[in-house]
């Protein structure tokens, strides 16, 4: 079995979500968000995600990081906050020593509901069914848990 | 005297500065670059930019960062890598205890040739000069002084 985190980087929520891979099954470990401080400038707030992702593995251990590519807007400042986000979380699972894949939304959502154009709330109905969860988890959560499955799939193919 | 480190960041080389400054002075202390390397994971790049600024903190010993707002692109794609390259280098400033201070390109140029649009040669002519450097610095290790600059004007008229 192999431990995975996924990561759904973003400014003011991170979502993560951790699931153990292997012999053709995906198990539920843990999930949750990581908010920031609406009111800190945006360095506390990059540390914040750096500094909660930091927790996250030293809680759970995972072996590898699986990182959503974040969306593309057709906003550059969108974009540049976004990038900067998961500079910090990408930086955080490498300073712990994991190994960091980099999946796109579409082949994350065709990992888990199919295809690429898929809604977040089917996302997060499949999520729920697939991991046979008892409640549906966030947006976020249940994202970075579709990111970590994505992974689990195509170490299953290799 | 306060101990500046000025970052100009970027997904392939990223520029430091280190100037001390107070009581009307600005003395240059150190700069350079942090290369990444071209055939690296982004991932492992990030990775890289944070060990660069965390070595270049744990050798200088600087008080505060004032890192360059970066350059905002008409393109999303290149705005998204560059705010990665920030956010790993801001974080690395942070985890070492720093105060962050974010100045624009617009600002920083103010501070040293005087206006906004000026090039990036007049940038470095006027740090060498600004200085007292006997060399010209590398276009980011320019900027990077500047922007250290930019922040010990700041903190004078504050």
Redesign the interface.
């Known amino acids: 079995m192999q431990r995975i985190l996924g990561i759904d980087p973003g400014s003011r929520v991170t979502g993560y979500g951790i699931v153990d891979a292997g012999y053709g099954k995906v198990v539920f470990v843990s999930c949750g968000v990581i908010k920031t401080t609406p009111s800190f400038?945006?360095?506390?707030r990059?540390?914040e995600?750096?500094e909660g992702i930091n927790e996250v593995v030293q809680i759970h251990d995972p072996e590898v990081a699986a990182?959503e590519e974040?969306f593309?807007?057709?906003?550059?400042?969108s974009?540049?906050?976004?990038?900067?986000?998961?500079?910090?979380a990408?930086?955080?699972?490498?300073?712990n020593g994991l190994a960091?894949y980099?999946y796109s939304a579409k082949k994350v959502k065709r990992a888990v509901v199919g295809y690429g154009q898929a809604e977040k709330r089917q996302v997060q109905h499949m999520i729920r069914v697939l991991l046979g969860l008892s409640a549906t988890p966030s947006n976020d959560a249940a994202d970075a848990l579709a990111v970590a499955i994505c992974h689990a799939n195509h170490q299953v193919s290799r």
Not at 72 to 77: G, L
Not at 90 to 95: E, I, Y
């Open positions: 400038p945006l360095a506390n990059l540390n995600i750096f990182v974040v593309i807007s057709t906003n550059a400042n974009a540049l906050k976004l990038g900067q986000a998961r500079g910090a990408v930086v955080a699972a490498m300073q960091v980099d």
